[in-house]
């Protein structure tokens, strides 16, 4: 008979039990068992080995340009990479913004290597700048101009990693429309559209003409 009791005792503290919990307060379900289950502590994901891993390789982030695969002692065949932007005016703009913030210090907003750092001779560095503008250094094509951004030369040192492969570009395309007075900047918009369809007239009244010429002349 006491053992009945103590069951009918235990059963009723256990209905009361539940029906406490199942209250009508969904925000407030009142005493659950082991709470770690549903309301985890914060875990600070920082790790000093995930951190400094790098990624796998031949991975590509994102919205980025393929890799660039040439060696820093390929400069000969850099001469020849093509830009693989389809440039604007305002890629030729974002590219006069990324060369003054990176690299006007030393060349100079003007690319005639008498940035801040040279001054006339009057600046911390006694050896000028190279002279983008004019000069030797005024040929480099774009893919040139790339690969030492990518590699650095002589003093200069690389860029990879403050500047993307597009930015790079931009730079490069900036430059060379930059050098001998602009006479490369129809050959930096020509994969432009709205740049070259100006000038196809015009190119082929050039072509029409020696034609119009040599037919009146075996007249």
């Known amino acids: 008979m ?3 009791s103590n069951i009918l005792i235990a059963a009723a503290l256990v209905s009361g039990a ?11 379900p009142g005493s659950h068992y082991m709470p770690d289950m549903v309301e985890s502590r914060a875990y600070e994901f920082y790790s000093e080995r995930l951190s400094t891993m790098k990624p796998v390789e031949g991975t590509v982030k994102r919205g980025e340009l393929l890799p660039y ?25 974002e590219g006069k913004r990324l060369f003054n913030i990176y690299c006007a210090i030393c060349h100079g907003s003007k690319l005639d290597g ?15 700048p190279a002279n983008l503008a004019s000069g030797p250094k005024s040929d480099y094509s774009q893919g040139r101009l790339f690969h030492v ?14 500047l993307d492969r597009e930015q790079r570009w931009k730079i490069a395309a900036y430059i060379r429309s930059f050098q001998n007075n602009g006479a490369h900047a129809a050959e930096v918009l020509a994969s432009d559209s709205t740049q070259a369809a100006p000038a196809a007239p015009a190119v082929a009244a050039a072509t029409e003409a020696p034609a119009a010429q040599d037919s009146t002349a075996t007249k």
Do not use: I
Not at 149 to 162: C, I, K, L, R, V
């Open 2 to 4: 006491k053992r009945t």
């Open 69 to 93: 695969h040439l060696k820093a002692a390929d400069t000969a065949l850099a001469n020849a990479v093509k830009n693989p932007l389809m440039l604007t005016k305002a890629d030729l703009e």
């Open 114 to 128: 008498n940035g801040p750092l040279y001054n006339g001779g009057n600046g911390p560095y006694v050896a000028a």
């Open 18 to 28: 539940l029906l406490s919990a199942c209250g009508k307060n969904n925000r407030k």
């Open 149 to 162: 951004m990518t590699y650095g030369f002589n003093a200069m040192g690389s860029y990879a990693s403050q």
